[in-house]
């Protein structure tokens, strides 16, 4: 249990700050914290040209940078 609370705490975390940051509906961050987790932190080409292709470059960069601080140190099992 305590290891599914410090996930849902990192994951509130990179949602708040991406949140912050860039304006968009809650399921498109979501999304892209999903992706960008499943893809070891990066957001793949094809995702940000297709389903995120309203993000420039460099809040591409900016939103990748906030996930990888959100689950530094978080281990998959």
Request: hydrophobic share 35%; glycine share 4%.
């Amino acid at each position: 249990m305590p290891r599914e609370i410090d996930y849902l705490r990192r994951h509130d975390e990179a949602l708040r700050r991406i949140m912050d940051t860039i304006e968009m509906p809650d399921r498109m961050a979501e999304n892209l914290v999903l992706h960008i987790r499943k893809n070891n932190g990066t957001l793949g080409r094809k995702r940000h040209e297709n389903e995120f292709a309203k993000l420039t470059d460099s809040k591409v960069v900016s939103v990748q940078e906030i996930v990888r601080e959100a689950f530094d140190g978080y281990a998959e099992p």
